[in-house]
């Protein structure tokens, strides 16, 4: 018997799919969109072996009368928004497209529940670089943001929208304050997968070089198939509500590459050049939290951290590779 139905924005991304995969296995209908649904892969609901036990349609975050149509269409109980231009750096380049996707997306989606009156319970994917740069200060939920990235503005554009329509409106609508997770679905973009890879590749003979920006910047790593777990428990609460989502733990990138070359057995220093090209306009330094309301309000806390991502992230591509 069917326990209820999520309709997963972003179903396609590394988010999207472990999320998808966590509410199957708890007996949920789940439906995940795209932009073209007839065209799109859906690797990483392939490389899951879940495809074929997920309803796919077709929704233009930034088009309401599409997301207004999908809504009507599979009737959710739950709403999981995942969507959205997902790179910090990418976003310097395309502005526009960051903000559109992930504030208006959001909005179209607040806005056409508010329409339908339906009731759906609503997640709202935010993001710890909302916070900026906060030194030694474990960031929480009151911690006031200070975005330093296009992409970091649009995520906070869209905490506050996910407010108003709570707060006037009456919406249960949560925004899960991530910080910095991954996985083996991770894309190549990304600098943790960047790095696994390069040294994947490096134990397989490869004598490439691996470039890399700044070393020194710290950040909180959590396992993604965790986190997902985190979302689905915000929409089960009683009341609607934002929680930071982190492990507690911090680490540098230089931290990060150390533990992937020493998995392999070869010395970070002679493979790493640091490359200017590769620093961002503006970077956070230090991100930390203290997800000590997630654990006390959800009873969720980390089963990994950034040691246990290098050691997991490194298996699975060496087995992948194989």
Same mark, same amino acid.
């Given at each position: 018997?069917?326990?209820?139905?999520?309709?997963?924005?972003?179903?396609?991304?590394?988010?999207?799919?472990?999320? #998808?995969?966590?509410?199957? $296995?708890? @007996?949920?209908?789940? +439906?995940?969109?795209?932009?073209?649904?007839?065209? %799109?892969?859906? *690797?990483?609901?392939?490389?899951?072996?879940?495809?074929?036990?997920?309803?796919?349609?077709?929704?233009?975050?930034?088009?309401?009368?599409?997301?207004?149509?999908?809504?009507?269409?599979?009737?959710?109980?739950?709403?999981?928004?995942?969507?959205?231009?997902?790179?910090?750096?990418?976003?310097?380049?395309?502005?526009?497209?960051?903000?559109?996707?992930?504030?208006?997306?959001?909005?179209?989606?607040?806005?056409?529940?508010?329409?339908?009156?339906?009731?759906?319970?609503?997640?709202?994917?935010?993001?710890?670089?909302?916070?900026?740069?906060?030194?030694?200060?474990?960031?929480?939920?009151?911690?006031?943001?200070?975005?330093?990235?296009?992409?970091?503005?649009?995520?906070?554009?869209?905490?506050?929208?996910? #407010?108003?329509?709570?707060? $006037?409106? @009456?919406?249960?609508? +949560?925004?899960?304050?991530?910080?910095?997770?991954? %996985?083996?679905? *991770?894309?190549?973009?990304?600098?943790?997968?960047?790095?696994?890879?390069?040294?994947?590749?490096?134990?397989?003979?490869?004598?490439?070089?691996?470039?890399?920006?700044?070393?020194?910047?710290?950040?909180?790593?959590?396992?993604?198939?965790?986190?997902?777990?985190?979302?689905?428990?915000?929409?089960?609460?009683?009341?609607?509500?934002?929680?930071?989502?982190?492990?507690?733990?911090?680490?540098?990138?230089?931290?990060?590459?150390?533990?992937?070359?020493?998995?392999?057995?070869?010395?970070?220093?002679?493979?790493?050049?640091?490359?200017?090209?590769?620093?961002?306009?503006?970077?956070?330094?230090?991100?930390?939290?203290?997800?000590?309301?997630?654990?006390?309000?959800?009873?969720?806390?980390?089963?990994?951290?950034?040691?246990?991502?290098?050691?997991?992230?490194?298996?699975?591509?060496?087995?992948?590779?194989?």
């Amino acid at each position: 018997m069917t326990l209820k139905t999520a309709l997963i924005c972003g179903i396609s991304g590394q988010d999207g799919a472990y999320l #998808a995969q966590h509410l199957l $296995a708890r @007996g949920y209908a789940v +439906c995940g969109t795209s932009r073209d649904a007839q065209v %799109s892969s859906f *690797r990483n609901l392939v490389r899951l072996g879940i495809k074929e036990q997920v309803k796919l349609e077709s929704m233009s975050l930034t088009d309401f009368r599409s997301v207004l149509q999908v809504i009507t269409k599979v009737e959710p109980d739950e709403i999981y928004n995942l969507a959205g231009q997902s790179s910090v750096g990418l976003s310097f380049q395309l502005p526009v497209e960051t903000l559109e996707s992930i504030a208006i997306g959001t909005l179209n989606l607040l806005e056409a529940i508010r329409f339908t009156g339906a009731k759906i319970a609503f997640y709202s994917a935010g993001s710890s670089e909302c916070f900026g740069d906060t030194g030694d200060l474990a960031a929480k939920e009151t911690t006031p943001f200070r975005p330093l990235s296009p992409y970091a503005t649009a995520k906070a554009t869209a905490f506050w929208t996910v #407010a108003n329509y709570r707060q $006037a409106y @009456g919406l249960f609508a +949560c925004s899960g304050i991530l910080f910095n997770h991954d %996985s083996p679905l *991770r894309p190549a973009r990304f600098v943790t997968q960047k790095i696994v890879s390069a040294v994947s590749r490096i134990a397989s003979g490869s004598v490439e070089q691996l470039h890399l920006g700044n070393l020194s910047i710290q950040r909180d790593w959590g396992w993604a198939p965790d986190y997902v777990d985190a979302m689905h428990r915000m929409l089960l609460q009683p009341e609607p509500d934002d929680y930071v989502i982190a492990t507690g733990a911090s680490y540098s990138l230089k931290a990060f590459v150390e533990q992937a070359f020493a998995s392999i057995g070869i010395d970070w220093r002679d493979r790493v050049v640091t490359d200017a090209s590769l620093l961002r306009p503006t970077d956070i330094a230090i991100s930390s939290a203290d997800p000590s309301k997630a654990s006390d309000r959800l009873g969720w806390q980390a089963r990994y951290t950034m040691p246990d991502i290098v050691r997991m992230m490194v298996s699975a591509w060496q087995q992948n590779s194989a």
